[in-house]
């Protein structure tokens, strides 16, 4: 089994900054993807951020510029620096990866449980 657990999520001031982080633990072969999602209330889950480990990095437009993803491959966690937050940015934050659990075992997808960003003044 792979667990993703997410930290740093909280409450930021417009204009602030916060840093996710997610490791990933458990039965582990190969991390392929990594990256973040968001959704707010009543919308659906959107692609923040997703990080390949193959270094490629890819953003949703509304946060370029102001999100940054980088992954730790020996620690196996993703981070998501976010500056420049806006109201526009709350959200519960969701960690993904793709993960190959055994060489014999095909590639599944995994999600944290989430944690929550709120920016407000």
């Known amino acids: 089994q792979v667990q993703l657990v997410e930290s740093g999520g909280g409450l930021v001031q417009p204009g602030g900054s916060l840093r996710l982080s997610c490791a990933a633990s458990?039965?582990?072969?190969?991390?392929?993807?990594m990256g973040w999602y968001r959704q707010a209330p009543g919308k659906q889950r959107e692609l923040v951020a997703m990080?390949?480990?193959?270094?490629?990095?890819k953003y949703a437009d509304s946060v370029k510029g102001r999100f940054s993803i980088s992954r730790d491959n020996t620690k196996k966690t993703v981070y998501l620096q976010m500056n420049s937050l806006q109201a526009e940015d709350t959200a519960v934050y969701y960690c993904?990866?793709?993960?190959?659990?055994?060489?014999?075992?095909?590639?599944?997808?995994?999600w944290g449980q989430g944690t929550q960003v709120t920016v407000s003044s």
């Open positions: 993904n990866a793709g993960v190959r659990a055994t060489i014999l075992r095909p590639q599944n997808d995994y």
């Open positions: 458990g039965s582990i072969f190969i991390i392929y993807d």
């Open positions: 990080s390949t480990n193959g270094g490629t990095t």
